[in-house]
Protein backbone atom coordinates (compact mmCIF):
# COMPACT_ATOMS: atom_id res chain seq x y z
CA UNK A 1 0.00 0.00 0.00
CA UNK A 2 1.04 3.74 -0.57
CA UNK A 3 0.29 6.49 1.66
CA UNK A 4 0.54 9.66 0.43
CA UNK A 5 -0.47 12.68 2.53
CA UNK A 6 -0.21 16.13 0.52
CA UNK A 7 -1.26 18.17 3.15
CA UNK A 8 -1.76 17.98 7.11
CA UNK A 9 -5.23 16.78 7.22
CA UNK A 10 -5.15 14.68 3.69
CA UNK A 11 -3.90 11.12 3.62
CA UNK A 12 -4.76 9.13 0.60
CA UNK A 13 -4.12 5.31 0.68
CA UNK A 14 -3.44 3.42 -2.70
CA UNK A 15 -4.66 -0.45 -2.26
CA UNK A 16 -4.66 -0.91 -6.41
CA UNK A 17 -0.80 -0.94 -5.97
CA UNK A 18 -0.77 -4.21 -3.90
CA UNK A 19 -0.76 -6.64 -6.96
CA UNK A 20 -3.74 -4.53 -8.10
CA UNK A 21 -2.64 -4.67 -11.36
CA UNK A 22 -2.30 -8.50 -11.54
CA UNK A 23 -5.65 -9.30 -10.41
CA UNK A 24 -7.38 -6.08 -12.29
CA UNK A 25 -5.16 -7.60 -15.67
CA UNK A 26 -7.12 -11.46 -14.35
CA UNK A 27 -10.61 -9.79 -14.14
CA UNK A 28 -10.22 -8.66 -17.46
CA UNK A 29 -8.98 -11.63 -18.96
CA UNK A 30 -12.28 -13.88 -16.97
CA UNK A 31 -14.03 -11.10 -18.65
CA UNK A 32 -13.08 -11.96 -21.81
CA UNK A 33 -13.43 -15.38 -21.53
CA UNK A 34 -17.15 -14.74 -20.62
CA UNK A 35 -20.13 -15.51 -22.28
CA UNK A 36 -21.09 -12.42 -23.25
CA UNK A 37 -17.51 -10.75 -23.65
CA UNK A 38 -17.41 -8.30 -20.76
CA UNK A 39 -15.33 -5.83 -19.14
CA UNK A 40 -14.74 -4.51 -15.18
CA UNK A 41 -15.88 -0.97 -14.58
CA UNK A 42 -12.05 0.10 -13.86
CA UNK A 43 -11.53 0.14 -17.43
CA UNK A 44 -14.23 2.60 -18.17
CA UNK A 45 -12.96 5.40 -15.08
CA UNK A 46 -9.66 6.41 -15.68
CA UNK A 47 -8.82 10.21 -15.51
CA UNK A 48 -10.14 10.65 -19.07
CA UNK A 49 -13.45 8.52 -18.22
CA UNK A 50 -13.93 10.13 -14.67
CA UNK A 51 -13.90 13.59 -16.73
CA UNK A 52 -16.05 12.79 -19.44
CA UNK A 53 -18.94 11.00 -16.75
CA UNK A 54 -18.94 14.25 -14.74
CA UNK A 55 -19.38 15.65 -17.97
CA UNK A 56 -22.57 13.19 -18.52
CA UNK A 57 -23.87 14.19 -15.41
CA UNK A 58 -24.15 17.54 -16.51
CA UNK A 59 -26.77 16.72 -19.34
CA UNK A 60 -30.38 17.33 -19.50
CA UNK A 61 -31.39 13.86 -20.08
CA UNK A 62 -29.04 12.53 -17.37
CA UNK A 63 -32.03 12.35 -14.62
CA UNK A 64 -30.36 10.41 -11.78
CA UNK A 65 -27.84 12.96 -11.17
CA UNK A 66 -30.62 15.88 -11.24
CA UNK A 67 -32.79 14.16 -9.10
CA UNK A 68 -30.83 12.04 -6.66
CA UNK A 69 -29.05 15.89 -5.86
CA UNK A 70 -32.40 17.50 -5.62
CA UNK A 71 -32.87 14.61 -3.02
CA UNK A 72 -29.92 15.13 -1.16
CA UNK A 73 -30.01 18.75 -1.01
CA UNK A 74 -33.79 18.57 0.01
CA UNK A 75 -33.63 15.88 3.40
CA UNK A 76 -29.70 15.93 3.95
CA UNK A 77 -30.28 18.19 7.31
CA UNK A 78 -33.03 15.62 8.00
CA UNK A 79 -30.76 12.30 6.97
CA UNK A 80 -27.93 13.77 9.01
CA UNK A 81 -30.29 14.72 12.37
CA UNK A 82 -31.28 11.41 12.29
CA UNK A 83 -27.73 9.59 11.56
CA UNK A 84 -25.79 11.76 13.91
CA UNK A 85 -23.50 10.85 11.03
CA UNK A 86 -19.48 12.22 12.18
CA UNK A 87 -17.92 10.43 9.44
CA UNK A 88 -18.75 10.11 6.01
CA UNK A 89 -17.63 7.45 4.31
CA UNK A 90 -18.15 7.46 0.28
CA UNK A 91 -18.01 4.25 -2.09
CA UNK A 92 -17.58 5.18 -5.62
CA UNK A 93 -17.04 8.81 -4.48
CA UNK A 94 -16.06 9.87 -8.10
CA UNK A 95 -16.23 13.93 -7.64
CA UNK A 96 -18.04 14.06 -4.79
CA UNK A 97 -20.47 16.66 -6.15
CA UNK A 98 -23.53 15.66 -4.89
CA UNK A 99 -21.73 14.46 -1.75
CA UNK A 100 -20.95 18.11 -0.70
CA UNK A 101 -25.10 18.95 0.52
CA UNK A 102 -24.36 15.92 3.00
CA UNK A 103 -21.23 17.81 4.09
CA UNK A 104 -22.77 20.98 4.58
CA UNK A 105 -25.35 19.36 6.77
CA UNK A 106 -22.55 17.15 8.79
CA UNK A 107 -20.44 21.04 9.41
CA UNK A 108 -23.96 22.90 10.11
CA UNK A 109 -24.79 20.44 12.54
CA UNK A 110 -21.27 20.78 14.15
CA UNK A 111 -20.78 16.91 13.95
CA UNK A 112 -18.65 16.73 10.54
CA UNK A 113 -15.00 15.21 11.43
CA UNK A 114 -13.80 13.21 9.28
CA UNK A 115 -14.60 12.25 4.76
CA UNK A 116 -13.35 9.16 3.66
CA UNK A 117 -13.80 9.06 -0.45
CA UNK A 118 -13.37 5.45 -2.21
CA UNK A 119 -12.80 4.86 -5.63
CA UNK A 120 -10.96 2.97 -8.33
CA UNK A 121 -9.37 6.26 -9.69
CA UNK A 122 -6.98 7.70 -7.85
CA UNK A 123 -7.52 11.33 -9.84
CA UNK A 124 -10.67 11.74 -8.66
CA UNK A 125 -10.09 10.86 -4.64
CA UNK A 126 -7.13 13.19 -4.61
CA UNK A 127 -9.33 16.10 -6.41
CA UNK A 128 -11.84 15.59 -3.90
CA UNK A 129 -9.46 15.50 -1.07
CA UNK A 130 -8.31 19.16 -2.09
CA UNK A 131 -11.18 20.48 -2.93
CA UNK A 132 -13.18 19.61 0.03
CA UNK A 133 -10.57 20.61 2.49
CA UNK A 134 -10.28 23.82 1.25
CA UNK A 135 -14.00 23.99 1.67
CA UNK A 136 -14.17 22.97 5.41
CA UNK A 137 -11.25 23.92 6.87
CA UNK A 138 -10.70 21.04 9.73
CA UNK A 139 -11.87 18.39 8.06
CA UNK A 140 -9.78 15.48 7.81
CA UNK A 141 -9.87 13.46 4.64
CA UNK A 142 -9.10 10.06 4.73
CA UNK A 143 -8.85 8.47 0.83
CA UNK A 144 -8.52 5.19 -0.48
CA UNK A 145 -7.79 4.12 -3.71
CA UNK A 146 -9.30 0.73 -4.46
CA UNK A 147 -11.72 -1.67 -5.74
CA UNK A 148 -15.03 -1.77 -3.79
CA UNK A 149 -15.62 -5.48 -4.63
CA UNK A 150 -11.85 -6.53 -2.91
CA UNK A 151 -11.03 -3.92 -0.74
CA UNK A 152 -13.81 -3.12 1.88
CA UNK A 153 -12.46 -4.78 4.65
CA UNK A 154 -9.24 -2.74 4.46
CA UNK A 155 -10.93 0.56 5.20
CA UNK A 156 -9.84 2.93 7.75
CA UNK A 157 -10.97 2.17 11.17
CA UNK A 158 -14.16 4.64 11.97
CA UNK A 159 -13.52 8.31 13.54
CA UNK A 160 -17.43 8.29 14.78
CA UNK A 161 -20.56 7.60 14.13
CA UNK A 162 -20.79 6.41 10.02
CA UNK A 163 -22.85 7.28 7.48
CA UNK A 164 -21.67 4.93 4.46
CA UNK A 165 -22.96 6.71 0.97
CA UNK A 166 -23.25 4.59 -1.89
CA UNK A 167 -25.09 6.81 -5.00
CA UNK A 168 -24.90 7.30 -8.19
CA UNK A 169 -26.79 4.46 -8.89
CA UNK A 170 -23.35 2.49 -8.84
CA UNK A 171 -25.35 -0.41 -6.87
CA UNK A 172 -27.26 -1.52 -10.37
CA UNK A 173 -23.59 -1.64 -12.08
CA UNK A 174 -23.62 -4.29 -10.31
CA UNK A 175 -25.72 -8.19 -11.68
CA UNK A 176 -27.91 -9.97 -9.24
CA UNK A 177 -25.58 -11.94 -6.96
CA UNK A 178 -22.22 -9.26 -6.82
CA UNK A 179 -24.99 -6.69 -5.59
CA UNK A 180 -26.20 -9.05 -2.76
CA UNK A 181 -22.55 -9.84 -2.29
CA UNK A 182 -21.53 -6.20 -2.04
CA UNK A 183 -24.65 -5.56 0.49
CA UNK A 184 -24.00 -7.93 2.84
CA UNK A 185 -20.11 -7.05 2.80
CA UNK A 186 -21.96 -3.60 3.49
CA UNK A 187 -23.86 -4.44 6.26
CA UNK A 188 -20.99 -6.23 8.19
CA UNK A 189 -18.82 -3.29 7.66
CA UNK A 190 -21.73 -0.82 9.71
CA UNK A 191 -21.49 -0.50 13.09
CA UNK A 192 -25.31 -0.57 15.31
CA UNK A 193 -25.43 3.46 14.91
CA UNK A 194 -23.85 3.47 11.53
CA UNK A 195 -26.15 3.65 8.40
CA UNK A 196 -26.39 2.96 4.90
CA UNK A 197 -27.28 5.62 2.50
CA UNK A 198 -28.37 3.92 -1.15
CA UNK A 199 -28.88 5.65 -4.43
CA UNK A 200 -30.88 3.57 -6.88
CA UNK A 201 -32.08 4.50 -9.97
CA UNK A 202 -36.10 3.54 -10.05
CA UNK A 203 -37.84 1.56 -13.13
CA UNK A 204 -39.71 3.83 -15.39
CA UNK A 205 -40.61 4.67 -18.84
CA UNK A 206 -37.78 2.98 -21.08
CA UNK A 207 -37.60 5.67 -23.67
CA UNK A 208 -36.59 8.32 -20.04
CA UNK A 209 -34.11 6.11 -19.59
CA UNK A 210 -32.48 4.97 -22.77
CA UNK A 211 -32.49 8.65 -23.50
CA UNK A 212 -30.03 9.48 -20.50
CA UNK A 213 -28.10 6.53 -21.53
CA UNK A 214 -27.62 7.18 -25.29
CA UNK A 215 -27.38 11.16 -25.51
CA UNK A 216 -27.71 13.10 -28.51
CA UNK A 217 -24.39 14.63 -28.22
CA UNK A 218 -22.30 11.05 -28.21
CA UNK A 219 -21.10 11.36 -24.75
CA UNK A 220 -21.75 8.58 -23.57
CA UNK A 221 -20.70 6.67 -26.43
CA UNK A 222 -17.61 8.52 -26.14
CA UNK A 223 -17.16 7.51 -22.38
CA UNK A 224 -17.78 4.02 -23.29
CA UNK A 225 -15.22 3.72 -26.15
CA UNK A 226 -13.01 5.39 -23.64
CA UNK A 227 -12.43 1.47 -22.31
CA UNK A 228 -10.95 0.28 -24.81
CA UNK A 229 -8.21 2.86 -25.10
CA UNK A 230 -7.61 2.11 -21.64
CA UNK A 231 -7.16 -1.36 -22.38
CA UNK A 232 -4.37 -0.48 -25.29
CA UNK A 233 -2.47 1.75 -22.76
CA UNK A 234 -2.89 -0.65 -19.47
CA UNK A 235 -2.45 -4.04 -21.08
CA UNK A 236 -1.06 -3.11 -24.44
CA UNK A 237 -4.16 -4.05 -26.17
CA UNK A 238 -4.32 -3.17 -29.96
CA UNK A 239 -7.60 -2.69 -30.56
CA UNK A 240 -8.91 -0.01 -33.20
CA UNK A 241 -11.15 1.91 -31.51
CA UNK A 242 -13.01 2.44 -35.23
CA UNK A 243 -13.49 -1.24 -35.46
CA UNK A 244 -16.02 -0.83 -32.59
CA UNK A 245 -19.74 0.72 -32.34
CA UNK A 246 -20.95 1.67 -29.09
CA UNK A 247 -24.55 1.32 -28.07
CA UNK A 248 -27.24 1.36 -25.05
CA UNK A 249 -29.96 -0.51 -25.05
CA UNK A 250 -33.38 -1.20 -22.28
CA UNK A 251 -32.87 -4.79 -21.36
CA UNK A 252 -36.99 -5.15 -20.64
CA UNK A 253 -36.35 -8.80 -19.12
CA UNK A 254 -33.71 -7.78 -16.48
CA UNK A 255 -34.86 -3.99 -16.33
CA UNK A 256 -31.86 -3.06 -16.54
CA UNK A 257 -29.63 -0.87 -19.52
CA UNK A 258 -26.80 -2.71 -21.27
CA UNK A 259 -24.12 -0.97 -22.42
CA UNK A 260 -21.30 -2.25 -24.66
CA UNK A 261 -19.26 -1.75 -27.99
CA UNK A 262 -20.41 -4.00 -30.95
CA UNK A 263 -17.40 -5.22 -33.73
CA UNK A 264 -17.98 -3.77 -36.54
CA UNK A 265 -16.35 -6.62 -38.31
CA UNK A 266 -14.89 -10.29 -37.52
CA UNK A 267 -10.66 -9.55 -35.74
CA UNK A 268 -8.87 -10.92 -33.47
CA UNK A 269 -7.71 -8.38 -30.77
CA UNK A 270 -4.09 -9.07 -29.10
CA UNK A 271 -2.78 -8.40 -25.37
CA UNK A 272 0.15 -7.72 -24.77
CA UNK A 273 -0.11 -7.48 -20.92
CA UNK A 274 -1.69 -10.89 -20.74
CA UNK A 275 1.08 -13.13 -21.74
CA UNK A 276 0.23 -12.35 -25.86
CA UNK A 277 -3.90 -13.55 -25.17
CA UNK A 278 -5.57 -13.66 -28.72
CA UNK A 279 -9.55 -12.67 -28.49
CA UNK A 280 -11.45 -13.12 -31.44
CA UNK A 281 -14.77 -10.87 -32.03
CA UNK A 282 -17.18 -12.10 -34.47
CA UNK A 283 -18.65 -9.53 -36.63
CA UNK A 284 -21.99 -7.60 -34.46
CA UNK A 285 -19.85 -9.08 -31.43
CA UNK A 286 -20.91 -7.57 -28.25
CA UNK A 287 -18.58 -6.86 -25.56
CA UNK A 288 -20.37 -4.92 -22.48
CA UNK A 289 -18.81 -2.29 -20.94
CA UNK A 290 -21.67 -1.85 -17.97
CA UNK A 291 -24.92 -2.85 -16.98
CA UNK A 292 -27.60 -0.44 -15.21
CA UNK A 293 -29.82 -1.89 -13.13
CA UNK A 294 -33.24 0.22 -12.71
CA UNK A 295 -35.64 -1.03 -9.56
CA UNK A 296 -38.28 -1.09 -7.87
CA UNK A 297 -39.29 0.39 -4.20
CA UNK A 298 -40.06 -3.54 -3.15
CA UNK A 299 -37.10 -5.07 -4.98
CA UNK A 300 -35.01 -2.72 -3.62
CA UNK A 301 -36.32 -3.60 0.08
CA UNK A 302 -36.14 -7.16 -0.21
CA UNK A 303 -32.23 -6.78 -1.38
CA UNK A 304 -31.82 -4.74 1.18
CA UNK A 305 -33.38 -7.20 4.04
CA UNK A 306 -32.28 -10.26 2.86
CA UNK A 307 -28.44 -8.19 2.94
CA UNK A 308 -29.39 -7.11 6.68
CA UNK A 309 -30.58 -3.65 6.55
CA UNK A 310 -33.95 -2.75 7.51
CA UNK A 311 -35.20 -0.08 5.22
CA UNK A 312 -35.67 3.20 7.32
CA UNK A 313 -36.81 5.77 4.54
CA UNK A 314 -37.33 5.78 0.70
CA UNK A 315 -37.05 9.13 -0.44
CA UNK A 316 -37.28 9.90 -3.71
CA UNK A 317 -36.81 12.73 -6.05
CA UNK A 318 -40.97 14.85 -7.33
CA UNK A 319 -41.00 12.84 -10.44
CA UNK A 320 -39.98 9.31 -8.68
CA UNK A 321 -37.16 8.90 -11.00
CA UNK A 322 -34.97 8.73 -8.53
CA UNK A 323 -34.43 6.89 -5.12
CA UNK A 324 -32.27 7.52 -1.87
CA UNK A 325 -32.59 5.02 0.99
CA UNK A 326 -31.70 5.23 4.61
CA UNK A 327 -30.85 1.71 6.03
CA UNK A 328 -30.43 0.58 9.03
CA UNK A 329 -28.26 -2.78 10.32
CA UNK A 330 -30.22 -5.25 11.52
CA UNK A 331 -28.50 -7.14 14.52
CA UNK A 332 -26.89 -10.32 13.31
CA UNK A 333 -29.26 -13.07 12.63
C1 LIG B 1 -21.65 5.90 -11.70
S1 LIG B 1 -20.18 6.67 -11.10
C2 LIG B 1 -20.85 7.54 -9.68
C3 LIG B 1 -19.94 8.64 -9.18
C4 LIG B 1 -20.53 9.46 -8.03
N1 LIG B 1 -20.72 8.65 -6.83
C5 LIG B 1 -21.84 10.07 -8.44
O1 LIG B 1 -22.83 9.74 -7.81
O2 LIG B 1 -21.83 10.90 -9.36
C6 LIG B 1 -19.33 5.30 -10.39
C7 LIG B 1 -18.10 5.64 -9.60
O3 LIG B 1 -17.66 4.46 -8.94
C8 LIG B 1 -16.29 4.22 -9.24
N2 LIG B 1 -16.14 2.76 -9.31
C9 LIG B 1 -16.67 1.92 -10.23
N3 LIG B 1 -16.35 0.64 -9.94
C10 LIG B 1 -15.58 0.69 -8.82
C11 LIG B 1 -14.96 -0.31 -8.03
N4 LIG B 1 -15.07 -1.60 -8.33
N5 LIG B 1 -14.28 0.09 -6.93
C12 LIG B 1 -14.17 1.41 -6.60
N6 LIG B 1 -14.74 2.40 -7.33
C13 LIG B 1 -15.45 2.05 -8.41
C14 LIG B 1 -16.00 4.91 -10.54
O4 LIG B 1 -14.65 5.28 -10.67
C15 LIG B 1 -16.94 6.13 -10.44
O5 LIG B 1 -16.33 7.23 -9.81
Redesign the pocket.
Known amino acids: MTTSTAAPDIRVDDLLDEGGSDSMAENVRAGLAAEPKQLP??CL?DERG?AL?DRI?ELPEYYP?RC?RAILNRYAPEIVASTGAEELL??????A??TRALLYAMAGAGTLRRYVP????AT?VERSAEELTTLYPGLAVHGVV????RHIEDLPEPAGRRLVAF????IG?LGPPERAEMLARLRSLLRPDDRLLL?ADLVKDPSVIVAAYDDSRGMTRTFTANALRVLNRELGADFELDAFEPFARWDEAHQRVELGLLARSAQRVRFAGLDGLEVAFAAGEKLLTEISSKFTRARLEHELVEAGFRLERLLSDEDDLFSVSVAVPEEAR
Open positions: PWYSFTTEELGSGVSKFDVDVGDFELGGTNG
